[in-house]
T-cell receptor, first 113, second 112 residues
Framework: KNQVEQSPQSLIILEGKNCTLQ??????????LRWYKQDTGRGPVSLTI?????NTKSNGRYTATLDADTKQSSLHITASQLSDSASYIC????????????FGSGTQLTVLP | SQTIHQWPATLVQPVGSPLSLECTVE??????LYWYRQAAGRGLQLLFY??????ISSEVPQNLSASRPQDRQFILSSKKLLLSDSGFYLC???????????FGPGTRLTVT
């Protein structure tokens, strides 16, 4: 069964600090992995996409890594801002159609001033 | 540019009442459309997807149904709501099944 596990479930950090969110998956055959940011009461917005051959990809202060061998991904946020407070969702696509998306339950990040 | 709309934004309905949630997409033709439900602390669950007018695929057996009366309109319905239908409903679209999905703002449904 395809699964995506995210850790921690929740995280509280102070503004300006860095943090790393983790995503482990057992999706097969692997196609790609996306990190989404979901503000409270809003729809998710894509931050980055990783394919099998990519190890690292950055989007501003967000840097995602992928280890396809160990089936792990991380999202590193640098110099956090209050606006980074949100749920971060890892989504893995298996090769095939739309129904092959597996969503993690998200990490709820709270950035305090 | 493409935009996706959902309404209503919030809805409180009694058990046993009907439901109709609407999603529309602007700025694209023949999009793939999706309905998801997000329960508190859970990942998104795909409910229905559609690759064209009148073409609906159901992923999870339930008392909900979906329809696509027009190319860029996707409707989620129920004849009789259950308490377990409470949740955050998200509509999404994509160019094709293999490409990125873009999500709408969502509808918060509370069944009382």
């Amino acid at each position: 069964k395809n699964q995506v596990e995210q850790s921690p479930q929740s995280l509280i950090i102070l503004e300006g600090k860095n943090c790393t969110l983790q995503c482990n998956y057992t999706v097969s055959p692997f196609s790609n992995l996306r990190w989404y940011k979901q503000d409270t009461g809003r729809g998710p917005v894509s931050l980055t996409i990783m394919t099998f051959s990519e190890n690292t990809k950055s989007n501003g202060r967000y840097t995602a890594t992928l280890d396809a061998d160990t089936k792990q991904s991380s999202l590193h946020i640098t110099a956090s801002q209050l606006s980074d407070s949100a749920s971060y969702i890892c989504v893995v696509r298996a090769s095939g159609s739309a129904r092959q998306l597996t969503f993690g339950s998200g990490t709820q990040l709270t950035v305090l001033p | 540019s493409q935009t996706i709309h959902q309404w209503p934004a919030t809805l409180v309905q009694p058990v046993g009442s009907p439901l109709s949630l609407e999603c529309t997409v602007e700025g694209t033709s023949n999009p793939n459309l999706y309905w998801y439900r997000q329960a508190a602390g859970r990942g998104l669950q795909l409910l229905f997807y559609s690759i064209g007018i009148g073409q609906i695929s159901s992923e999870v057996p339930q008392n909900l149904s979906a329809s696509r009366p027009q190319d860029r309109q996707f409707i989620l319905s129920s004849k009789k709501l259950l308490l377990s239908d409470s949740g955050f409903y998200l509509c999404a679209w994509s160019v094709s099944q293999l490409y990125e999905q873009y999500f709408g703002p969502g509808t918060r449904l509370t069944v009382t």
